[in-house]
Structure formats: structure tokens, C-alpha cells
């Protein structure tokens, strides 16, 4: 399947599914170092998305990049609104008017969007956040695009990367939001942030 807008859509859906199907999981990685809303928080935002989604007639993935920034920014409260709905615009930028996502178009949107959470959120890899998913993750996708991988090759790089840097919070002490204040007692456990950030590119992958 190409990265097209049907492609897109069905991105969406899954994340809206993986979410929901995780949101327990995510309560409770974000109770045990922060205020434990991150789970319900976005399972609403993507819940709105998908009922956005089924009235909208989008023609490129950046218009369905944009929907999900709209809807996420207008719906989401905490932290993850306006981390994630800035990553989705930016991504709906990068991704302009294409109708086909090729590898390099690909690494152009997920740079954007990782981008995006460092302009708002001001993190750097090992802060213990979201940023220790999306940068690997970039990073892969740009290595992989560099060595001739096709587009969807690209996106199962940065799902792995992804994953792999969610995994590595555990061992960090956290220098940003409410688990800062924790100190060492954060370290053993996950960011839920850099958790779900691999679940939404995993999404991305098995939609392709």
C-alpha cells in the first residue's frame, strides 16, 4: 500500500483503535510519574478525531494531518493536546500538498513533527519525554531513506526506533513536567508521552 491519503485515514484508526486499546496501560504509566490523565486525555482527543474524520472528505495526508491537529489542540487537555496537535500541523506542513508520501517526503514529515514537540514542549533527548521516542525514531526513518528503503521500510525503521527509545525512559530521571519533580524515584519507570508516541508510529506501519 502506498503512504497515500487512504493510508492516512486508516493511520488514524488505528492509532484511535491502539489508544483506546491502551488507554488503561497509560492511565497508568502516567499516575505512577505525573497527574495520570494522559491515557483518557487522548483517547478523547482521538475519539473526536475519528467522528471529525467520518463527516470530513480530505483529499492529501497533510489535510488529514491538519484534522488531527485541530482536533486534538481543540479537545485534549494537559500536556498531550498541544504536544501531539503541534506535531500533526507541523507534519500536515511538511507534507504539503502531496498526494503520495515518498521516503523523503516521509522523513520530512516526522522530522516536522518531532520538531514540532521540541518548539513547544523545549525537550531534548534524555529528558525522559516524548522526544526520547520521536528523535530515534527520526533518525531511523533518515538512515533508512539514505540507504534506498522504500517508503514503508522507512516507517517500520522509525516505529522500531521508536519503541526502543519509549523503553529507554525507564532508566532516566526525568528534567521536564510534573515526573521532574519526582527525581530519582522516576527512574523504573516508562513516559507514558514517549509509550504512546511509539504506539501512534506502530499504527502508522501496520496501516501501510
Do not use: C
Not at 492516512?8 to 486499546?21: H, K, Q
Not at 471529525?52 to 494531518?65: C, I, M, N, R
Not at 501531539?84 to 517526503?105: C, I, P, R, V
Not at 519503541?163 to 527512574?187: H, M, N, Q
Amino acid at each position: 500500500m502506498s503512504l497515500d491519503t487512504a493510508w492516512a485515514i486508516d493511520w488514524v484508526r488505528r492509532t484511535a483503535a491502539t489508544i483506546d486499546e491502551h488507554r488503561a496501560e497509560l492511565i497508568t504509566l502516567d499516575r505512577e510519574i505525573g497527574d495520570g490523565d494522559h491515557g483518557e486525555n487522548l483517547d478523547r482527543g482521538f475519539r473526536a478525531v475519528v467522528v471529525a474524520l467520518d463527516d470530513a472528505d480530505l483529499e492529501t495526508p497533510g489535510a488529514v494531518f491538519k484534522l488531527v491537529a485541530t482536533k486534538l489542540i481543540s479537545t485534549v487537555g494537559g500536556a498531550a493536546g498541544p504536544l501531539f496537535g503541534t506535531a500533526y500541523l507541523k507534519a500536515a506542513q511538511a507534507a504539503g500538498d502531496a498526494t503520495e508520501l515518498d521516503a523523503d517526503t516521509l522523513v520530512a514529515v516526522l522530522t516536522a513533527a518531532r520538531d514540532g514537540v521540541v518548539s513547544r514542549g523545549k525537550a531534548e533527548v534524555g529528558d525522559k519525554t516524548m522526544i526520547d521516542a520521536w528523535t530515534p525514531a527520526v533518525d531511523a526513518a533518515a538512515a533508512a531513506a539514505a540507504a534506498g528503503e522504500t517508503p514503508e521500510r522507512v516507517l517500520a525503521a522509525a516505529a522500531d526506533a521508536a519503541a526502543g527509545g519509549a523503553e529507554s525512559t525507564d532508566a532516566l530521571v526525568a528534567r521536564k513536567g510534573r515526573a521532574s519533580y519526582l527525581g530519582d524515584r522516576a527512574v523504573g519507570h516508562r513516559d507514558p508521552g514517549a509509550q504512546s508516541s511509539a504506539y501512534v508510529l506502530r499504527a502508522a506501519v501496520d496501516a501501510a
